[in-house]
């Protein structure tokens, strides 16, 4: 099966509105971002497909998943990796990381979780390398600590100064593959 149908089936196996407040769970069909709190947003879910088709996740990669949010995005990286995989879901927010692991439980794949991010430090250098790396939040710079992150032939998609980049390991090597919107990383 090739990623295209990969990235549809973990879409129709985690539908975005069981990770969405309640409140905005009737707009899950939107395609376009939602709130969910503390000025965060679910990303639209075109956009996230995009994300993930550049990731090119594969069964048994060890994975990093920067800005998990709501854990949408953390449970369709599960999905992917499958059982013999890991997903790490980091989130600043402490309500999120709590809302995020909670949806991310009901999806019942134990070889994924979310934790709470370091301030002012970017990923998790202690348990990288990692062989894919996505970045659910706008950089204004490409954080070289994240690169530093990858395993070598790891990838790494994140926008940054409104371009989403997939970075490849070793080199790194660069692409550009169109313009985006997303809340900052901090």
Not at 62 to 68: R, T
Not at 151 to 161: L, N, S, Y
């Amino acid at each position: 099966m090739d990623t295209t149908d990969r990235v549809a089936e973990a879409m129709a196996a985690h539908p975005r509105a069981g990770f969405l407040r309640r409140a905005e769970r009737r707009r899950a069909g939107y395609d376009g971002p939602l709130a969910i709190g503390h000025g965060q947003t679910s990303s639209q879910p075109r956009t996230v497909a995009d994300m993930l088709r550049l990731l090119d996740v594969q069964p048994g990669h060890h994975v990093l998943d920067v800005g998990s949010g709501s854990g949408w995005t953390t449970a369709l990286l599960a999905h992917l990796v499958g059982r013999s995989g890991s997903v790490l879901g980091l989130e600043l927010e402490p309500d999120l990381v709590r809302f995020g692991a909670d949806n991310l439980a009901r999806t019942r794949q134990p070889w994924a979780r979310i934790e709470a991010a370091t301030p002012g430090e970017y990923g998790d250098p202690g348990r990288a390398p990692y062989d894919r790396i996505l970045v659910s939040a706008m950089a204004t710079d490409l954080p070289a600590s994240l690169v530093d992150q990858l395993a070598d032939h790891g990838v790494m998609v994140i926008p940054v100064d409104g371009v989403m980049l997939r970075v490849v390991d070793p080199g790194p090597v660069v692409t550009e593959h169109g313009y985006y919107r997303f809340v900052p990383l901090r």
